[in-house]
């Protein structure tokens, strides 16, 4: 399997098909005296500025925090294990509304979407 | 024959492409300054573009997947970035143009000044989203957009004469004014060319769930939903060829020029008839154009998209084209001349089209997304041929902006 090719940017679906995102970055681990193994899939506008060069990554680092609160400085991680199936698109065994991504969406639909009877 | 009826997605993607504000004041504006000379560029960008929609089905089809979505997945997000943010200035810059298009077709009808009709008009299109279904948006529109044959039905009222029509089809040089026929006939081809249009109706084939049984239906759609526009596109330059050159008016420099072109054929019925064209026609590609906003935001960041989903479950989506339609308004309400608009408009999209054709090339021969339903070599031809007339449609758009207008 080819991480870049196969794995990277490709979509994110929940157990029930629900589009959780596309992966926007992979954590690979170096230990020595083994291969280097890939532990988690990343989430999020911070890793996706760090792709673009480290400047960009620290910048949008600090506005996530400013208006996130700490904790939004780091990306989104879903462990390796979680994936369930490889394929055009790739399928994670979990629910996405219990997942920390959902809290942007439900966040916009309580101030926003809501109030326009959508 | 029920598949067939999917044709509204075809017609509604060529709407957008050939009868908008920007492709209707261009057609006019090339049959008033060079008669039947340019009938060529449209039949030609009918052709690249059918090529294209074609392309585009065909993927969404057997793949399940977006243009955009691949685009992202296969080249990854730091070249997603560039036809990206190329596509969302260029569909703002068309959507402001468009909104401007419907209030002015407002202050035809009831003369009442554009800029007052900006905002109830983008209340309208976001309502329309916001409640309505694709099947509705694509039935409705197509349906409506049907008036827009008056221009073909006049065209051959006037008795053009035929042979110098069939010799328009034959790219030729003019006599006169070579910056501007070259500036015109860019406009043309980067109208009908426009990515947002391939975007959109694999959007579309998505969100109206086809599958590979859908292959033939897809060409038949792509073929005839193009030629709709072409045609109308051609009728409209005959049209203005007929109506304004004889009356000395080569200069089509502002859309109040356009209401009156039907009326030596229909008399008071023209206006009536040219005026909801043009509010029809953008009206159509208001929608189309919000839609694919939302759709290149939400696939590009693998996002629940859908225009059949209530808003809460696609929140992402549906407020990209909330904000959209609310900003793309302000041009029109602060009372931008609505001609400047749209061909600004009009010179970005011609300068977008290779980003969003060269993607083709590799997309449609990825047997991963298409499988045995790859591109053959007259389809990637017929793309080579496209990102190299797109090359030189970006290239030679920014000196004839200067010179030729």
């Not at chain 1, 609160?69 to 462990?79: A, N, Q, S, T, Y």
């Amino acid at each position: 399997m080819d991480l870049v090719r196969d794995i990277l940017d490709k979509q994110l679906l929940d157990q029930n098909g629900v589009k959780m995102g596309k992966i926007d970055g992979l954590l690979l681990v170096v230990e020595a005296g083994r291969q280097p193994h890939v532990t988690h899939i990343q989430l999020g506008a911070v890793v996706l500025a760090r792709r673009l060069g480290s400047l960009c990554g620290r910048i949008v680092e600090e506005i996530a925090a400013r208006f996130g609160g700490e904790e939004r400085r780091h990306p989104i991680m879903i462990p390796w294990s979680k994936i369930a199936d490889i394929g055009v698109d790739i399928e994670l065994a979990i629910d996405s509304r219990k997942s920390p991504l959902s809290d942007v969406a439900n966040w916009l639909n309580r101030k926003i979407t809501a109030r326009f009877g959508g | 024959m029920k598949k067939l009826l999917e044709i509204s997605l075809g017609i509604v993607t060529s709407i957008g492409g050939f009868l908008e504000a920007g492709s209707l004041a261009t057609a006019l504006q090339a049959g008033a300054g060079f008669r039947f000379d340019l009938i060529w560029a449209i039949a030609l960008g009918t052709i690249c573009i059918a090529f294209l929609v074609e392309m585009s089905g065909r993927f969404a089809a057997v793949s399940r997947h977006t243009i955009a979505d691949a685009i992202r997945e296969r080249f990854g997000f730091n070249f997603f970035l560039i036809p990206f943010a190329a596509t969302l200035v260029v569909n703002f810059a068309l959507l402001c143009a468009e909104i401007g298009g419907i209030s002015l077709a407002l202050q035809y009808a009831t003369g009442v000044s554009c800029r007052i009709w900006g905002l109830p008009v983008g209340a309208l299109v976001w309502v329309l989203l916001w409640k309505g279904t694709f099947g509705f948006i694509e039935k409705g529109v197509s349906m409506l957009g049907l008036i827009t044959l008056c221009f073909v039905v006049a065209a051959f009222m006037l008795k053009p004469p035929w042979r110098e029509v069939a010799t328009g089809f034959l790219p030729t040089l003019p006599g006169h004014d070579l910056g501007k026929y070259l500036f015109v006939a860019v406009s043309i081809l980067g109208a009908s060319i426009s990515p947002y249009l391939f975007m959109f109706y694999s959007s579309g084939a998505v969100e109206d769930e086809w599958d590979e049984s859908y292959l033939v239906t897809n060409r038949l759609i792509a073929g005839l939903g193009m030629s709709f526009g072409g045609l109308v596109g051609i009728a409209a330059l005959v049209t203005a060829a007929m109506v304004f050159l004889p009356r000395g008016i080569t200069e089509i420099d502002s859309f109040d020029k356009v209401p009156v072109v039907l009326n030596p054929v229909f008399g008071l019925w023209g206006f009536i008839l040219v005026v909801s064209s043009l509010g029809i026609a953008c009206l159509g590609a208001s929608l189309e154009l919000s839609l694919q906003q939302g759709y290149l935001v939400a696939q590009g960041f693998g996002w629940n998209w859908g225009e059949d989903l209530p808003p809460r479950a696609d929140p992402g989506f549906s407020l990209t084209y909330t904000f959209t339609i609310a900003v793309a308004t302000l041009p029109t309400v602060l009372g931008a001349d609505p001609m400047r608009v749209t061909l600004l408009s009009t010179s970005l999209t011609a300068l977008s089209v290779p980003l969003g054709v060269i993607p083709f090339l590799f997309l449609m021969n990825d047997p991963k997304y298409v499988g045995e339903h790859r591109n053959g070599w007259i389809g990637n031809a017929a793309v080579l041929f496209i990102v190299a007339l797109g090359f030189v449609l970006a290239l030679v758009t920014l000196p004839l902006q200067m010179f030729g207008s």
